[in-house]
């Protein structure tokens, strides 16, 4: 048996006898495991039909004595809790955009027995891109107008005899999506209604002679941000003031 039992059992013998003694005041590691679930499914986020995304990132913020208590128990703690943790995600379904990390961490502003909980996605840097789900291929909008058809000039081209050479356009601003009929001979569908131009919901379908094309939301892990240096930085500042001094 390790620290903490499974969250499918409530949590109910969360403490090991071992440790009973030690944890008779204070935080419990069955505390923490508790708070880290809670803090999944509070801050867990519908992206799609069938796709919730949840932080991955936590930091445990404990009080000096607390974290001296956690502390002696060493890497067991940690590992128990990234399994626990992993395991209640999987079982409510979320998905994670990167690895886990826990961390737990002192705070000399706490008091004995009480903790915080903060957390984030792939480390605060989510980026959400739109898709289209064509014949079994996934093609990521990378720009504002994709045109789809059967024309060799089309931006995605589709084998479909029902289908123009530039039938369909999908316009994408990052958040939001359109979709807009080229003057095609056999029309558009969204969700089996014929339309000439409407508002594109994620997990919605667009019907051009027989093809299908499903529009998704999705999220992924953007590249941290490059760091400054202190050169580039007082650059920066310079050319704030009429241009950098020489």
Known sequence: MGLLDSFEKG????????????FRSG???????????????????????????????????LSPADDEKMAAIGDALTE???TLVTAHAKSQGYTFAGPVTIALQRDDQLSTGTLRVDSSSAQGR?????????EGRRHPLVKART????????????????TSRKHVEILWDGERAMVRDMNSTNGTQLDGRKVVEAALPPDSTVTIGRTDIVFRVVAQAAPPKPTMSAVDATR???LRDGGPLS
């Not at 590691?29 to 986020?45: G, M, N, Q, Y």
């Not at 000039?153 to 029902?162: E, L, M, Q, V, W």
């Open 80 to 82: 128990e809790l990234h």
């Open 27 to 61: 935080i419990q590691p069955v505390e923490i495991a508790s708070a880290l679930r809670s803090e999944l499914d509070k801050k867990a986020a519908i992206v799609s039909r069938d796709r919730i995304l949840a932080p991955n990132s936590f930091s445990v913020r």
């Open 126 to 134: 989510v980026s959400w891109r739109g898709v289209l789900d064509i």
């Open 147 to 162: 045109v789809i058809g059967r024309g060799s000039d089309a931006d995605i081209t589709i084998s479909d005899a029902g």
């Open 236 to 238: 920066a500042y310079d």
């Open 11 to 22: 949590l109910e013998r969360a403490v090991n006898s071992a440790f009973a003694k030690t």
